[in-house]
């Protein structure tokens, strides 16, 4: 169980950083079809990682939405 964990972990952080790469790519595009294109992008590979964590019941990056075990907003 702890190596599908694992597992997981890893690829919801591959999935976040080709998030992040798809929207720096964007946000350095004039707007247009391209732009967009490239944004979408990293919009799905969000949620492909966030269905990972919600799965795994992973939290790699705090929403903030919720206190933490220690009682901090995140």
Excluded: N, Q
């Excluded at 890893?10 to 929207?23: G, S």
């Excluded at 350095?28 to 979408?40: N, S, V």
Aim: avoid cysteine.
């Amino acid at each position: 169980m702890m190596e599908e964990r694992e597992t997981a972990e890893v690829r919801a952080r591959i999935l976040h950083e080709a998030e992040e790469r798809e929207k720096a790519i964007a946000e350095k595009l004039p707007p247009g079809l391209e732009r967009d294109e490239h944004w979408m992008l990293g919009e799905r590979l969000s949620d492909a990682a966030w269905a990972i964590e919600e799965e795994f019941d992973l939290e790699l990056s705090p929403s903030g939405l919720w206190p933490t075990a220690d009682g901090s907003d995140g």
